[in-house]
């Protein structure tokens, strides 16, 4: 992997019982402001599409079997299982990518903020997640979500289980680990600033997770 410009980084926090379970995880992100012209849930730019097709080409046969067996998505494996997921019944975000890849023939565009992401995601195997960075109190850490929370501050928010683990700001859970994301904090088509982040496990280089961000970053901030 080249070495890429960083981005201003942001470490994020972790609860102390987490940090002391899960050694190794680490929350990291950074800000962009989306300069793309359009909406960032509609249809994708060119060059954002001729990346995706370049992809498509590249994770096929043999190259998307063997993904698994890479150091950072086995990493992620790892991870998962520690946590208590099975990574067969519930893919790494870059197996499920590639899963959905063979099955369809090729990466189908998503919009462009997903688009973006997913290329991120294949260029490194590290997963890259986006917030309204507007609706975000606060430094992102990871916890255990306490009893009767919910999952973001909208009308309809899901109730989360005792424990889970969960993205965090200063006022209320934002995402599950791997998971879902709040509704009431995801980027809108006109959301102007976003807030990504990214996580980083026991045997992923710190590299492939800047290089992530950055990636995604940059791509959304393009005029």
């Not at 260029?123 to 990871?142: I, K, M, S």
Request: hydrophobic share 45%; proline share 7%.
């Amino acid at each position: 992997m080249s070495a890429a410009p960083t981005p201003e980084l942001l470490r994020g926090w972790c609860a102390p019982e987490v940090e002391r379970e899960l050694p190794g995880l680490r929350l990291l992100g950074t800000g962009a402001e989306v300069r793309r012209s359009g909406s960032l849930l509609g249809n994708s730019p060119a060059d954002v599409l001729a990346r995706l097709r370049e992809k498509s080409d590249r994770f096929r046969g043999a190259n998307a079997i063997a993904v698994r067996r890479e150091p950072v998505p086995s990493a992620y494996r790892v991870f998962f299982r520690h946590i208590g997921l099975d990574p067969e019944a519930l893919p790494t975000p870059i197996e499920g990518a590639v899963r959905e890849r063979i099955m369809h023939g090729g990466f189908a565009s998503g919009g462009l903020l997903a688009d973006v992401l997913l290329i991120a995601l294949l260029d490194t195997g590290v997963p890259v997640w986006a917030l309204d960075a507007e609706r975000v109190d606060g430094a992102l850490g990871v916890r255990a979500s306490a009893a009767g929370e919910r999952l973001g501050d909208g009308r309809d928010a899901p109730e989360l289980a005792e424990g889970r683990l969960v993205i965090a700001d200063a006022a209320t859970p934002l995402a599950i680990l791997f998971g879902e994301l709040a509704g009431s904090h995801a980027p809108a088509a006109r959301t102007p600033r976003l807030a990504l982040f990214a996580l980083q496990v026991a045997g992923v280089p710190e590299l492939y997770v800047e290089e992530a961000l950055w990636n995604a970053r940059s791509a959304l901030e393009a005029v």
